[in-house]
């Protein structure tokens, strides 16, 4: 069974960091690329930062861009989001989910490319 576990979410102030972490099970992890999306109360779910299955491209929203890092572990079939310089509206639950073709890399957040998701971390920005 494909399962794809987000944690490390919590609360921190403006222009604080946070790293959240995206544990993989259940399929060839480093087979597929995966992305990581964002969803704020009220507002619909946008992608924020992709990463290749050999983590050797990433793709990143203009919102997070030069803020946010992504990274993989393929050891340890984990994918990471590194959040600096953390603003309000970066408060969101954030979900990481699989590209849905193997070996496939997209620079774009079409939630059709993606077919598994997981349940979400909590990432509130506030002082």
């Known amino acids: 069974e494909v399962q794809l576990q987000a944690s490390g979410g919590g609360l921190e102030q403006p222009g604080g960091s946070l790293r959240i972490s995206c544990a993989a099970s259940?399929?060839?992890?480093?087979?597929?690329?995966i992305g990581w999306f964002r969803q704020a109360p009220g507002k619909e779910r946008e992608g924020v930062s992709c990463?290749?299955?050999?983590?050797?491209?990433?793709y990143y929203a203009n919102s997070v861009k030069g803020r946010f890092t992504i990274s993989r572990d393929n050891a340890k079939s984990t994918v990471y989001l590194q959040m600096n310089s953390l603003k309000p509206e970066d408060t969101a639950v954030y979900y990481c989910?699989?590209?849905?073709?193997?070996?496939?890399?997209?620079?774009?957040?079409?939630?059709?490319?993606?077919?598994?998701w997981g349940q979400g971390t909590q990432v509130t920005v506030s002082s």
């Open positions: 259940g399929f060839a992890f480093d087979d597929y690329a």
């Open positions: 989910a699989r590209v849905g073709l193997r070996s496939r890399f997209y620079t774009n957040f079409s939630h059709q490319l993606y077919d598994y």
């Open positions: 990463i290749s299955s050999s983590g050797g491209r990433s």
